[in-house]
């Protein structure tokens, strides 16, 4: 049973950093791609980020230059840095990842940014 579980969330204030990680468990070979979403209170899950398998990167116009996704395939593990964060990213983070017939879901990690 494949398994995806984040950690790295927490509180901090306007302009600090987190760093993301989501530890793969269960699976046979690396997904095609992760990706990293969130979700705010009354609004709906919104992609984040995405990286392939040979590390191409997809970024949402709003995190762009502030988060940088990577992966370690060895590791079966991804992970988010943000950085300048602002309030308005605060959300529910999860990870996913994409197979050609299958897709899942983490638990999700909270991300909360004070100003």
């Known amino acids: 049973q494949v398994q995806l579980v984040e950690s790295g969330g927490g509180l901090v204030q306007a302009g600090g950093s987190l760093r993301l990680s989501c530890a793969a468990s269960?699976?046979?070979?690396?997904?095609?791609?992760y990706g990293w979403y969130r979700q705010a209170p009354g609004k709906q899950r919104e992609l984040v980020a995405t990286?392939?398998?040979?590390?191409?990167?997809n970024y949402a116009d709003s995190v762009r230059d502030r988060f940088t996704i990577s992966r370690d395939n060895a590791k079966d593990t991804v992970y988010l840095q943000m950085n300048s964060l602002k309030p308005e990213d605060t959300a529910v983070y999860y990870c996913?990842?994409?197979?050609?017939?299958?897709?899942?879901w983490g638990q999700g990690t909270q991300v909360t940014v004070s100003s």
């Open positions: 996913n990842a994409v197979w050609s017939l299958s897709q899942y």
């Open positions: 269960g699976i046979t070979f690396s997904p095609s791609a």
């Open positions: 990286i392939s398998r040979s590390g191409n990167t």
